[in-house]
């Protein structure tokens, strides 16, 4: 007798009973379908087992990989709102007995110049080939260009660039002097919005609905926290400094990916270095001007609180390095979402150590920019990404049902067996 036959002889003489008894729900092979549930076949396991050492290792690396970019997310959100709100509230700090935001603006982007140094420290750390200053120089500076960066290009790339990031600076500097900081940073928030209105109109960007709510959104927060202290005062012109701050911080970042396009860890180093090589060569007769003409003074460079001033720049340069180093080490949504954090770290310190106390106008206008901003951080294909999980979630719901039931037919079929009787069901 053949073997194939004799091992399913059972399966075979309930399938002709099912069959001739009109089982409901029966359908062929069941049975032998039930008797080897969840055992592939053998060509199954010859495609599983093929090189099933490779498979795990390439699973735990996967795993490993994605551990760690999340673990360094973690420490790169905290990271980042910890310097914006530590630059945020030094600022604060400084003015009680220092009002000159300008040359503040000034001597933090001076700083910039260490940027570059910094990544190359990194470099020589941590690459297998390292590369000589000159060679990682010239590497960079294709980011004005195959040509690299030369003088043409260095008034014509990095002038309005370095003016935009100079107004940005100077502009949220002032707001402080108006706002708290919760509310200066949750205005900056706003910028965004602006991002994305500027790359829609400008750079053809798509056209996201979700993302129009989310501006009108910011600029509601904006009406209401201009609406605080009704349209009147200080509160107003706060406002309007620090939405000039987010609107020229989303005209940089525009115009950088209009005319340089995207740039790696280095290039950016390169090209924020260049920044404060600009900022110390061709603006620094502003603070000089400011200075004799009173607006800015000071007693003695003695008097300076030389400090804060280092706090406050080293922050600054510590975000930047931290936002592009970020890009690299983890997902860049995680940097944005460490941004928009500043917004409860500037609360909590205000709220403990300055005693700000909240009106609700605020709180809510704080509240819809904060979610506005969030919006914006839905990838382009949300919608179908959202569509896909819903239809996994019924998929799998529909196949536990179906397997609930076959589960209840086959119990039913077994007790009928071991009663010794037949459901024979009605012509």
């Given at each position: 007798m053949?073997?194939?036959?004799?091992?399913?002889?059972v399966?075979?003489i309930?399938?002709?009973?099912?069959?001739?008894t009109?089982y409901y729900?029966?359908?062929?092979?069941?049975?032998?379908h039930?008797?080897?549930?969840?055992?592939?076949s053998?060509?199954?396991?010859?495609t599983?087992?093929l090189?099933?050492?490779n498979?795990?290792?390439?699973?735990?690396?996967?795993?490993?990989?994605?551990?760690?970019?999340?673990?360094w997310g973690?420490?790169?959100?905290?990271?980042?709102?910890?310097?914006?709100v530590?630059?945020t509230?030094i600022?604060?700090?400084?003015y009680?007995?220092?009002?000159?935001?300008?040359?503040?603006?000034?001597?933090?982007?001076?700083?910039?110049?260490?940027f570059?140094?910094?990544?190359?420290?990194?470099?020589l750390?941590?690459?297998?080939?390292?590369?000589?200053l000159?060679?990682?120089?010239?590497?960079c500076s294709?980011?004005?260009?195959?040509?690299?960066?030369?003088?043409k290009?260095?008034?014509?790339?990095?002038?309005p660039f370095s003016?935009?990031?100079?107004?940005t600076?100077?502009?949220?500097?002032?707001?402080?002097?108006?706002?708290?900081?919760?509310d200066?940073?949750?205005?900056f928030?706003?910028?965004?919005?602006?991002?994305?209105?500027l790359s829609?109109?400008?750079?053809?960007?798509?056209f996201?609905?979700?993302?129009?709510?989310?501006?009108?959104?910011?600029?509601?927060?904006?009406?209401?926290?201009?609406y605080a202290?009704?349209?009147?005062?200080?509160?107003?012109?706060g406002?309007?400094?620090?939405?000039?701050?987010?609107s020229?911080?989303a005209?940089?970042?525009?115009?950088?990916?209009?005319?340089?396009?995207?740039?790696?860890?280095?290039?950016?180093?390169?090209?924020?270095s260049?920044?404060?090589?600009?900022?110390?060569?061709?603006i620094?007769?502003?603070?000089?001007?400011?200075y004799?003409t009173?607006?800015?003074?000071?007693?003695s460079?003695?008097?300076?609180?030389?400090?804060y001033?280092?706090?406050?720049a080293?922050l600054?340069?510590?975000?930047?390095?931290?936002?592009?180093?970020?890009v690299?080490?983890?997902?860049?949504?995680?940097i944005?979402?460490g941004?928009?954090?500043?917004v409860?770290?500037?609360?909590?310190?205000?709220?403990m150590?300055?005693?700000?106390?909240?009106?609700?106008?605020?709180?809510?206008?704080?509240?819809?920019i904060?979610?506005g901003?969030?919006?914006?951080?839905?990838?382009?294909?949300?919608?179908?990404?959202?569509?896909?999980?819903?239809?996994?979630?019924?998929?799998?719901?529909?196949?536990e049902?179906?397997?609930?039931?076959?589960?209840?037919?086959?119990?039913t079929?077994?007790?009928?067996?071991?009663?010794?009787?037949?459901s024979?069901?009605?012509?």
């Amino acid at each position: 007798m053949d073997v194939k036959a004799a091992s399913n002889g059972v399966s075979t003489i309930e399938d002709r009973i099912l069959r001739i008894t009109g089982y409901y729900g029966y359908y062929p092979g069941y049975s032998s379908h039930q008797r080897g549930e969840g055992i592939p076949s053998s060509s199954e396991n010859h495609t599983e087992n093929l090189n099933p050492d490779n498979n795990v290792k390439t699973r735990c690396q996967s795993c490993t990989s994605t551990f760690f970019k999340i673990f360094w997310g973690f420490l790169v959100i905290l990271s980042v709102s910890s310097s914006w709100v530590g630059t945020t509230q030094i600022v604060k700090v400084t003015y009680k007995n220092f009002h000159c935001p300008f040359f503040m603006t000034w001597f933090s982007t001076n700083w910039n110049l260490m940027f570059f140094p910094v990544y190359y420290s990194g470099h020589l750390a941590s690459a297998e080939e390292k590369q000589t200053l000159i060679q990682k120089i010239r590497e960079c500076s294709r980011i004005f260009g195959e040509e690299g960066l030369t003088l043409k290009l260095f008034l014509k790339r990095t002038a309005p660039f370095s003016i935009l990031w100079t107004l940005t600076n100077y502009l949220y500097l002032l707001a402080l002097k108006k706002l708290t900081a919760t509310d200066v940073s949750a205005l900056f928030c706003c910028n965004k919005a602006f991002v994305f209105l500027l790359s829609w109109i400008v750079l053809k960007d798509k056209f996201m609905g979700v993302r129009i709510v989310a501006t009108i959104m910011a600029i509601t927060g904006i009406v209401m926290m201009a609406y605080a202290d009704g349209f009147h005062g200080d509160s107003i012109i706060g406002v309007a400094l620090a939405v000039g701050s987010a609107s020229t911080s989303a005209l940089y970042k525009v115009l950088f990916k209009m005319f340089l396009g995207s740039a790696n860890f280095g290039e950016a180093a390169y090209f924020i270095s260049t920044l404060g090589f600009f900022n110390l060569i061709f603006i620094s007769s502003a603070p000089v001007i400011l200075y004799f003409t009173k607006v800015e003074y000071w007693s003695s460079f003695s008097a300076l609180p030389w400090g804060y001033l280092c706090g406050v720049a080293g922050l600054w340069l510590a975000f930047n390095v931290l936002v592009n180093v970020g890009v690299v080490l983890t997902y860049p949504i995680l940097i944005s979402i460490g941004t928009v954090l500043s917004v409860p770290g500037n609360a909590a310190v205000d709220l403990m150590k300055h005693e700000v106390i909240f009106s609700m106008v605020r709180l809510t206008a704080t509240s819809i920019i904060c979610i506005g901003f969030l919006l914006m951080l839905l990838p382009e294909e949300w919608d179908e990404i959202t569509l896909r999980f819903i239809n996994r979630l019924k998929e799998k719901k529909n196949e536990e049902q179906t397997e609930d039931t076959t589960e209840s037919s086959v119990h039913t079929r077994s007790r009928s067996r071991a009663n010794g009787t037949v459901s024979i069901p009605l012509a």
